[in-house]
């Protein structure tokens, strides 16, 4: 698959290293280190430079084997479910691999010569400077990938699309835990636009880093106003709400609203139909520029939600929200 699929959006990078990702291991990374091939940004080519090794690459790539075998590289991720993979060859015309597989494996150490490795995707043909998207049916958990690239080149991103693994039987019932949290699987589905900022930002770790690091909005022509919806990592009931505007200084919302309900095991698609007719959590409430914002007085009683819409009106950016609360409503 070449076009982008709807996975690419729904579903987290547990390949990012925000999220402590790292590429542990490679067979072989002369012309290009193996540590670019999970970089969050997207590949670049600069024609005229150069280092000691050669031409310079914006992402992972072997010398040319001349012996039997193959390369890979192996990424310790973010333990979780996989969906998706895109396997990106931007900038590589004449050095790409002409076919690669994805292994997977779950285990508390990283790998050795005794892992079982289980495959996620076939031996699959890839095209120079392009895009690559592949389905992964298996839903177990898995906390390493095996990139295997036949039988040499270079690949400048790999995505791992899935959503993070959480033992939420060891979290304490009584302490207010962020339900959203994409560490613990919580995931953007939808929104009416990202033009500047991914929606899944909202709920990454960490502070934001700039104000491409948050989710923002074209502006607004006409009437309505922007909105996000959210699937809770766990079912709970949210007891505040901590919207952070860091960054946003003359392109923050004016307010922001909360909505939920409880879905249970439904799809995906069938979600933002119903997002108009959901209680409301927290009313329309004044945001400012660049800080934290804290309600929690404000936040209404409510029961169990699994899914949340988040409005912002009109439009504008927002760098990070927390919801915090109990799970299962304690």
């Avoid at 982008?4 to 072989?28: C, H, M, N, S, W």
């Avoid at 043909?125 to 392009?130: H, Q, R, S, T, V």
């Avoid at 839903?139 to 690239?149: F, P």
């Avoid at 700039?210 to 009931?237: K, Q």
Wanted: glycine share 10%; proline share 7%.
């Amino acid at each position: 698959m070449t076009g982008k699929p709807d996975f690419t959006d729904r579903y987290i990078d547990l390949a990012q290293p925000r999220l402590g990702a790292e590429v542990i291991a490679a067979t072989d990374d002369f012309f290009a280190p193996k540590e670019r091939l999970i970089q969050p940004e997207a590949p670049v080519f600069i024609p005229d430079k150069y280092d000691d090794h050669g031409k310079w690459m914006d992402g992972w790539e072997s010398r040319r084997k001349r012996e039997e075998g193959h390369d890979h590289c192996v990424i310790r991720l973010c333990a979780g479910t996989i969906h998706g993979v895109e396997l990106d060859t931007s900038f590589f015309t004449g050095n790409y691999p002409p076919e690669a597989s994805l292994d997977g494996c779950c285990c508390d150490e990283d790998p050795d010569d005794k892992t079982e490795w289980i495959s996620l995707l076939p031996r699959s043909p890839l095209k120079g400077d392009a895009h690559h998207y592949f389905a992964v049916k298996d839903t177990r958990v898995w906390t390493h990938v095996r990139l295997n690239i036949y039988p040499d080149g270079g690949v400048a991103r790999l995505r791992i699309y899935g959503i993070a693994q959480c033992d939420w039987a060891v979290e304490p019932p009584a302490e207010l835990l962020d339900l959203a949290a994409m560490t613990r699987g919580g995931r953007a589905l939808a929104c009416n636009d990202m033009h500047y900022g991914h929606m899944s930002n909202l709920i990454a770790p960490g502070n934001a880093v700039n104000m491409g690091d948050g989710w923002e909005t074209r502006r607004r022509r006409e009437p309505g106003n922007d909105w996000v919806i959210l699937a809770l990592g766990h079912p709970g009931t949210i007891r505040r709400v901590e919207v952070d505007t860091s960054f946003f200084k003359g392109n923050y919302p004016a307010r922001c609203s909360l909505h939920g309900a409880l879905l249970g095991d439904r799809p995906d698609s069938a979600i933002s139909a119903e997002a108009p007719y959901w209680r409301e959590i927290l009313p329309p409430s004044e945001l400012g520029p660049n800080r934290l914002h804290t309600f929690d007085q404000e936040v209404m009683d409510a029961d169990t939600v699994s899914h949340v819409r988040f409005d912002i009106f009109p439009d504008g950016g927002v760098s990070r929200l927390r919801l915090l609360g109990h799970i299962n409503g304690h």
